[in-house]
């Protein structure tokens, strides 16, 4: 199952989009298939006793009746479900990868609290290439992530598109995963990391592979320099304003890594990991408004500090930067 990146990006489990999901999936609906059948049976039982009991005066239930229930309904039935459990569990365990496949392509992340670090590398000079809370895949291909922490353990789940795996500091952890089409999903942090644990999403795209091949190699580029007299006054006022302290804008300021890469941040769906669309005046709001969006964020609100016309300056700016 898939669906163009236009539409609402998924969170459900049920909505599988990948190899690795529909295994999950069908998993799953076996579960609540035979927990829903053993219920019935219980409730049929029960039903029974209780129609048997009206009908006749209590009494004692011989002995080897009560034995063939305790043996075979407390102990045999119990075993040969989990035993077949078992071996099911075992025919759909995902075999251990210690190195990504040959075709994968590998995908380094980092929960920080609360935003997601992407790493990829740029396949015509080797460089890292950093971008944050969204991941964008090609469609069809195997995708192996590393995934860490740089504070406290984060948990990586896309639901869509397989289960979850922790992301613990100091340690990396591996997940394969793949989008069958062309889409976007919903991702979230699913171990609780803090205040804005619930405002920790991220944002699967998965396109054609001619065009993740361009965006990649956009995103391989600095940032433009060409720009009109506007957009050089908000350049400036990024810099004048201290942003690029913990900000990186490749081709105009030194690295720095406190807070997510914004080189190309106007390409982006969302701003402050999900927490609000990319859209102009959202961005505006963002930058001005931080705080009150996302309470606690490592990020102050710039109003306090920064006039509305220089805020605007910097917004426009930076939403030009795809």
């Given amino acids: 199952m898939s669906r ?57 239930m011989p002995r080897a009746q009560a034995r063939w229930w305790l043996y075979g309904g407390g102990l045999a039935f119990p075993a040969v479900v989990l035993v077949a459990l078992f071996f099911y569990d075992e025919r759909h365990r995902p075999a ?80 394969l995963l793949q989008a069958d089409g062309p889409g976007a999903w919903r991702g979230q942090c699913a171990e609780y990391c803090g205040e804005q644990h619930a405002r920790m ?37 990024f810099l004048a304003n201290r942003c690029n302290a913990c900000h990186t804008v490749r081709g105009v300021s030194e690295e720095s890594r406190l807070g997510p890469d914004l080189t ?8 402050g990991a999900g927490t609000v669309p990319n859209t102009p005046d959202q961005l505006a709001a963002w930058v001005a408004h931080t705080q009150q969006a996302k309470p606690g964020a490592r990020m102050p609100s710039s109003h306090e500090r920064i006039d509305d016309p220089t805020l605007q300056s910097i917004a426009r700016w930076l939403a030009q930067l795809q």
């Fill in 4 to 60: 163009s990146a236009t539409a609402p990006p998924s969170p459900s489990a049920f909505d599988a989009a990948g190899p690795v999901a529909d295994m999950l999936l069908e998993v799953s609906w076996v579960l609540i298939g035979g927990t829903a059948a053993i219920f019935v049976l219980v409730m049929a039982l029960l039903a029974l006793a209780v129609r048997r009991a009206r009908r006749n005066a209590p009494r004692a």
């Fill in 96 to 175: 251990w990868r210690p190195v990504p496949p040959a075709d994968a392509l590998v995908i380094g992340i980092t929960g920080h609290m609360w935003w997601w670090e992407v790493r990829y590398r740029d396949p015509a000079s080797g460089a890292e290439i950093r971008t944050a809370n969204e991941v964008r895949i090609p469609a069809g291909r195997p995708v192996y992530f590393g995934l860490t922490s740089a504070d406290v353990i984060h948990s990586f789940w896309v639901p869509a598109l397989g289960g979850k795996m922790d992301m613990l500091p100091g340690r990396v952890q591996h997940l």
């Fill in 201 to 237: 999403a991220l944002h699967v795209v998965a396109e054609e592979p001619a065009a993740f091949d361009a965006w990649l190699a956009a995103q391989a580029r600095p940032a433009g320099t060409d720009l009109t007299a506007n957009l050089a006054r908000g350049r400036d006022a």
């Fill in 264 to 271: 190309h941040v106007g390409s982006r769906l969302y701003l």
